[in-house]
């Protein structure tokens, strides 16, 4: 994993800082492709509202380990999703999930912890779309995981 150390003394007050380097999209694209290694970085919407500041983008991270996380937050997205009985939210965020967990066991079949978390991506899916009421889905989604 890339390692970045960024030291610099900066003669400013503290809302210059954060207006002048870090809220950039310079900065924020640069960290994202040059120090954590991201395959790809894109800037989709940023609010400034005053004392806060929200970006939304658009990033896929390259390593694996980046990739787990990732759909481990989606598979957390979608169990809130589906408590809240937002079934077809959920599904959504079930298949995003799987779709990286399949990559991920193509890319390392002999791992099995990997080939757990592609059963389980399956499972969350089946419960899902049996949610749903969409019984030949989920029944296929059983039996691929």
């Known amino acids: 994993m890339a390692h970045l150390v960024l030291r610099h003394e900066m003669d400013c007050d503290t809302d210059t800082y954060w207006e002048k ?3 950039t999209e310079d900065f924020n694209r ?8 991201f395959l790809k970085y894109e800037l989709l919407e940023q609010k400034d509202l005053g004392d ?7 990033a896929e991270p390259k390593s694996a380990e ?7 937050s989606l598979e957390k997205i979608g169990d809130v ?8 939210k959920a599904k959504s965020s079930y298949e995003k999930a799987l779709t990286i967990r399949h990559i ?12 757990v978390e592609l ?13 749903d ?4 889905s989920a029944l296929a989604s059983y039996k691929n995981g």
């Open 21 to 23: 380097c870090v809220l």
């Open 30 to 37: 640069r960290l994202f492709l040059e120090g954590l290694n």
């Open 52 to 58: 806060t500041v929200t970006r939304r983008v658009k």
């Open 66 to 72: 980046v990739q787990r996380n990732l759909a481990s």
């Open 81 to 88: 999703q589906i408590a809240q009985g937002e079934t077809h």
């Open 104 to 115: 991920l066991s193509k890319s390392d079949p002999k791992n099995v912890f990997t080939q």
């Open 119 to 131: 059963g389980i991506a399956h499972q969350k899916l089946g419960w899902a779309e049996q949610s």
């Open 133 to 136: 009421h969409d019984y030949e």
